[in-house]
Nanobody
Framework: VQLVESGGGLVQPGGSLRLSCAAS????????MSWHRQAPGKEREWVASISSRGGTINYADSVKGRFTIARDNAVNTVYLQINSLKPEDTAVYYC?????????WGQGTQVRT
């Protein structure tokens, strides 16, 4: 099982980034996918989630209206579009796959403003 995040980097406040998480080794279309982040010195927090077929999407209040989660089951990838970046968005961003009691994490990608 692998979840590989990419797309992070250093961006000016107000800028945009698109994170990707490529999955392999499991049946991606059966899993709820989510993005989480961990800022320096803070606990990891949930950011957004999307149901297996994409019909249900939820966001943390802190990112609502600025972040967009999406998935493409044809290529086993989940995305996080980040717009209007703020300094407080600086964190390592992780994707997570969940199906019942099974869960997998990626290794994270750094986003800095």
């Amino acid at each position: 099982v692998q979840l590989v995040e990419s797309g992070g980097g250093l961006v000016q406040p107000g800028g945009s980034l698109r994170l990707s998480c490529a999955a392999s080794g499991f049946t991606f279309r059966d899993y709820i996918m989510s993005w989480h982040r961990q800022a320096p010195g803070k606990e990891r927090e949930w950011v957004a989630s999307i149901s297996s077929r994409g019909g249900t999407i939820n966001y943390a209040d802190s990112v609502k209206g600025r972040f967009t989660i999406a998935r493409d089951n044809a290529v086993n990838t989940v995305y996080l579009q980040i717009n209007s970046l703020k300094p407080e968005d600086t964190a390592v961003y992780y994707c997570k796959a969940v199906r019942g009691a099974l869960s997998y994490w990626g290794q994270g990608t750094q986003v800095r403003t």
